[in-house]
């Protein structure tokens, strides 16, 4: 065969004609998304308390720092007694070494109380992060590829980066900050009661008016946390299609445009921002002002019980301090609760991701594959993607062991969506696809697809070398099986010129390389994974002639032995093929060889002689077509 395949791709499981538009495809995953409750906080309770479980002792540890820490705290405050009503008053100096030792030991004490909880928790929060990252990116990526068919690249970049950064805080200094603040109001309570009881409880009670304040408060803004989520993971998907799409934005002029869409998106991001910085603000003025009131309250009170003489000054000096130490960490519940109502909201959108059932997930998914044949049968398969709009109807066929089936038909006629079913991409809506016996929808796709080929027009490498990009078929491969792979696929032609050898950086999706050069690891990768069954769409259309001559012996050897699929756009080059499907409309309208289903003069017919009709009238580049021939056969 002289060259292979449809210029539609897998990358997204279909062509742009088999699945639905992206509005229409963000409209239902909208829809679906409206009609599924969101988590509340209760919900998020048992996320919390699977992060915090683990850690249990890291957490008492630091919870025993945290009150030796508060304790020390209050020492400075409680010596003001003793140092205005006896040193200052009575001039009893014996006590003033004894106040100030206290003073020197508890300041040190909290110091160094205060670091080890620093470094507890702040590597903690760190630790945390790092390993819920890990597992929301390998829970993604065990994901069906219909979720990722709704899910831009950049959301769900920003569902692993970002949407975990805050988590740190329910481990972190900021989980501490919130209950150390509790503590020292509940230490400091304690001691201004000691002191006066009418003036405490007064006191008591504004602040609890507050709290409840707080608490409305938090439940308001918590929304907002979350919609700069999903915002901010939009812009990110956004930006990062463009950035991907560069040269297709630059051949357009479109660089205005995308900066218009681009500043659409900030702008949204900026709303969400300014409405937080609003309420953050209001709970500020509105802690300030219970602190001015109480101190102000204090002040007065204060002053009628020290003139009264029930409250020595001293006394009023110390019940000041503490009243601060009570009521300040009250003000800091604005700030520590912001972080906290953050966290929330990352981990609601963290909670939803890990919530989405895994491809293998499934109860009926038991059945792990070893070597099979190759022996592939569809059985009256029919196939939708969205209720009520069947795209695949009744499709019956086998492909056997060592043999090709090459699939033809005008553009979203239903070939990809095919070719997704064998991959395991999608489920069929009906029917069954067995392979080697088995039904495709009881298998761990992990095990099937060790066994799976893809070869496609639009070559993806990764931003690394070329050993690097071959063996992520077989990343154990031994050098021997690695050289040879090259070998056959006619990478080391240009690789070993290199000076860096196998070992040159290709660069993103391997822009330092050429088409035939990216395509020649492509073929190299998948001779080294040895699959069973062999996916081929259109791998040699857009290359001159002279890689695709090259390229053609490394895919002959790939085929021998091999179930083969071929997405034919060119007919010319699938004379060769074992059974040509002919699919229309989802389909199989006419199956054979090439030779019987031209002599049958239908629909195989018209588009091979059109196509011929076209190639022999248009201006072709080389490689883009073939030469046309006197005989059909």
């Known amino acids: 065969m002289a060259g292979l395949f449809n210029s539609s791709s897998l990358n997204g499981g279909m062509p742009s004609a088999d699945r639905p538009s992206r509005g229409t495809g963000k409209a239902t995953v909208a829809a679906l998304t409206a009609g599924r409750p969101k988590p509340g906080l209760k919900k998020v309770w048992p996320q919390i308390w699977a992060l915090v479980k683990p850690r249990m002792g890291l957490l008492g540890i630091s919870f025993a720092l945290m009150v030796v820490n508060r304790a020390c705290g209050l020492v400075l405050p409680a010596s003001f007694k003793s140092l205005i009503d006896g040193v200052m008053t009575h001039h009893d100096l014996k006590l003033l070494p004894k106040i100030v030792g206290f003073v020197v030991g508890a300041t040190v004490l909290q110091g160094l109380t205060s670091y080890l909880l620093t470094q507890l928790l702040s590597k903690a929060g760190q630790r945390l992060i790092a390993e819920l990252r890990m597992q929301v990116q390998s829970h993604i990526g065990r994901l069906p590829v219909s979720f990722f068919d709704e899910n831009r690249t950049g959301t769900l970049v920003a569902r692993i980066m970002t949407d975990v950064e805050g988590v740190r805080n329910l481990i972190g200094t900021g989980v501490i900050d919130f209950f150390g603040g509790v503590l020292t109001a509940i230490f ?35 929304p907002i946390f979350r919609e700069r989520s999903k915002i901010n993971a ?35 991001l900026l709303d969400n921002v300014l409405s937080s910085i609003r309420a953050q603000s209001f709970m500020s003025l509105a802690s300030t002002t219970v602190l001015g009131v109480v101190t102000a309250l204090i002040m007065y009170l204060g002053g009628h019980e020290v003139v009264a003489g029930k409250l020595t000054t001293g006394g009023y000096v110390t019940y000041m301090a503490f009243l601060a130490f009570m009521v300040a960490p009250v003000a800091q519940l604005v700030s520590i609760g912001t972080q906290l109502t953050e966290a929330m909201a990352g981990l609601d959108r963290t909670t939803e991701i890990l919530g989405e059932m895994e491809e293998d997930g499934g109860p009926e998914r038991r059945v792990t594959l070893d070597t099979i044949k190759g022996d592939v049968v569809f059985e009256d398969v029919l196939f939708e993607y969205e209720a009520g709009k069947p795209v695949l109807h009744g499709i019956g066929f086998e492909s056997k062991p060592g043999t090709v089936t090459a699939l033809v038909g005008s553009s979203g006629s239903g070939k990809s969506t095919i070719i997704s079913l064998v991959c395991g991409f999608h489920v069929a809506t009906g029917g069954r696809i067995l392979v080697d016996g088995v039904d495709l929808g009881t298998v761990r796709l992990s095990s099937y697809r060790e066994q799976l080929g893809v070869v496609l027009q639009e070559t993806f490498l990764f931003d690394g070398t070329i050993r690097e990009n071959v063996l992520f078929s077989r990343p154990n491969a031994g050098e021997g099986r690695l050289i040879e792979a090259c070998r056959i696929a006619r990478v080391d032609e240009f690789a070993e010129r290199f000076p860096e050898g196998y070992d040159t950086i290709v660069g993103e999706r391997g822009v330092k390389l050429s088409g035939g050069q990216r395509q020649r690891i492509s073929i190299a990768r998948a001779i080294l994974a040895d699959p069973r069954i062999l996916i081929l769409d259109e791998a040699t259309s857009s290359l001159d002639s002279e890689s695709e001559a090259m390229i053609q012996g490394g895919l002959n050897h790939l085929m021998k032995g091999r179930t ?11 004379r060769k093929a074992d059974q040509i499907l002919v699919v229309e409309q989802g389909n199989i309208v006419e199956r054979g060889t090439h030779e019987s289903l031209y002599a049958l003069g239908g629909r195989y017919f018209d588009l091979y002689t059109r196509q011929h009709g076209l190639e022999t009238n248009l201006f072709l580049a080389p490689g883009e077509g073939d030469k046309v021939e006197a005989a059909a056969g």
Do not use: P, W
Request: hydrophobic share 50%; with cysteine.
């Open 564 to 574: 083969t699929f071929v997405i034919a756009h060119r007919l010319s080059t699938i």
């Open 188 to 222: 400091a309570f304690c001691y201004l009661i000691s002191l006066s009881v009418k003036m405490t409880a007064l006191t008591f009670c504004i602040l609890v008016a507050f709290a409840l304040i707080l608490q409305r408060a938090f439940n308001t803004i918590r």
């Open 234 to 268: 939009d812009v990110t998907g956004r930006l990062t299609e463009s950035l991907g799409g560069v040269r297709v934005v630059k051949g357009y002029h479109a660089e205005e445009s995308e900066a218009r869409v681009f500043g659409a998106g900030v702008g949204r």
